[in-house]
Each structure stands twice: as C-alpha cells, then as structure tokens.
T-cell receptor
C-alpha cells in the first residue's frame, strides 16, 4: 500500500545534540512538508519542498534544516539551535497543486532528555 | 490573512446527537476544501474533500460537509455521534500553491 512512513515514532534528544527525523513516501508525490504540532495547537509549517533539490522555509524554520536529495525522502534535522524542540512532528506529501489533499505520516514525538 | 477559520476549539455532544463542526474560509476564488481527523498520537486522516463538483460531499465514517459559497462555509456534520468520533478535526483549504489548515476543533462525545 502507498503511504508515508515516519521514523522513529518516539525520539529523545540530549542537550546540544542534533537529531534527524525520517520521512519516506511511495506515493510518487512531488511536494513534501514538515509540520510541528504542540499540545492543543494546530499545525505550523517548518519547511516544504516542491521538487528534488529544492526546498523553502515555512513559518517556523529557525533551528531546523532539511534536504531533498530524492523524491521519496525528506528528512528533517532538529538542530541544537532549536531551544524548544519538544513537540509532535508530522510529515506530509501532496501530488499536484490545487485539488489534491495532503497525505500524512503517523508522526514522530520528540522529547528532551 | 487567515484563510480558514474554525469556530469553536472545543465541541461536546452526547452520543447519538448531531455533530456540527464549523469552518469558514476567506478567498476571492473558489478554493478546494478538506476535512481531516486526528486521533491521539496519530497523523491526520482525510475525511472528505470538496473539489468543485457536488456541493454536498460525503466522506468516511458517516461524515458529510456542504460547500456554501454565499456563506463561504464548509461545515462538517454527522447525524448521530459515536464514541469513536472523539478526536481533533481540522478544516483545510487549498488556494493555488498554498495549503492552509484551521486551528482545529476537539470533539468530545459524552456517553
């Protein structure tokens, strides 16, 4: 079945450490997105990519970095510069602009040790 | 500018009662509209979508939504709430290359 796989489900970060969240899709979608979700809050866009080797900052990109070397993969790195990284991170993809919905992975919950 | 607004961050209904979750959008051109559901510690799951065909859209789990251009609304309804409907619901709008989510409505179902 086609879908989006996020790993790991749970991740812990130590002080000063960078961590990378994985997102893989086999839907052949061009666009991919990373969102952050805090308790009781909506989705905030971190980064998005419309095509391989290109990506744009979203509303809260500071302290995060991404790469898009393959169409199927869009990993997110939470750097030590992100001082409040504890949150639920969601990856999404979309086939074509306009009438296509975004499809979501099951999320990664990041916590501070 | 806010492109999609969900009225009511928390809604409570009794089991078996009507569910009504409100969503209004702001757009000068016809948008594409979506409703998603999110259960705890899971991603968002598509409930239904409006893509300029029929104005009454039926989705999964007995939910439906009606697109009303005159009211710029896309409210989500279900005739009879079930305990399993308790979740967070998000309205979303696609405008050209931009995709916007509402802030979400948490639905509680009272037995």
């Amino acid at each position: 079945d086609g879908g989006i796989t996020q790993s790991p489900k749970y991740l812990f970060r130590k002080e000063g450490q960078n961590v990378t969240l994985s997102c893989e899709q086999n839907l052949n979608h061009d666009a991919m997105y990373w969102y952050r979700q805090d308790p009781g809050q909506g989705l905030r866009l971190i980064y998005y990519s419309q095509i391989v080797n290109d990506f744009q900052k979203g509303d809260i990109a500071e302290g995060y970095s991404v790469s898009r070397e393959k169409k199927e993969s869009f990993p997110l790195t939470v750097t030590s510069a992100q001082k409040n990284p504890t949150a639920f991170y969601l990856c999404a993809s979309q086939g074509f602009w306009g009438n296509q919905p975004q499809h979501f992975g099951d999320g990664t919950r990041l916590s501070i040790l | 500018a806010q492109s999609v607004t969900q009225l009511g961050s928390h809604v409570s209904v009794s089991e078996g009662a009507l569910v009504l979750l409100r969503c209004n959008y702001s757009s000068s051109v016809p948008p594409y509209l979506f409703w998603y559901v999110q259960y705890p510690n899971q991603g968002l799951q598509l409930l239904l979508k409006y893509t300029s065909a029929a104005t009454l859209v039926k989705g999964i789990n007995g939910f439906e939504a009606e697109f009303k251009k005159s009211e710029t609304s896309f409210h989500l309804t279900k005739p009879s709430a079930h305990m399993s409907d308790a979740a967070e619901y998000f309205c979303a709008v696609s405008l050209g290359s931009e995709f916007y989510f509402g802030t979400g409505t948490s639905l509680t179902v009272i037995p």
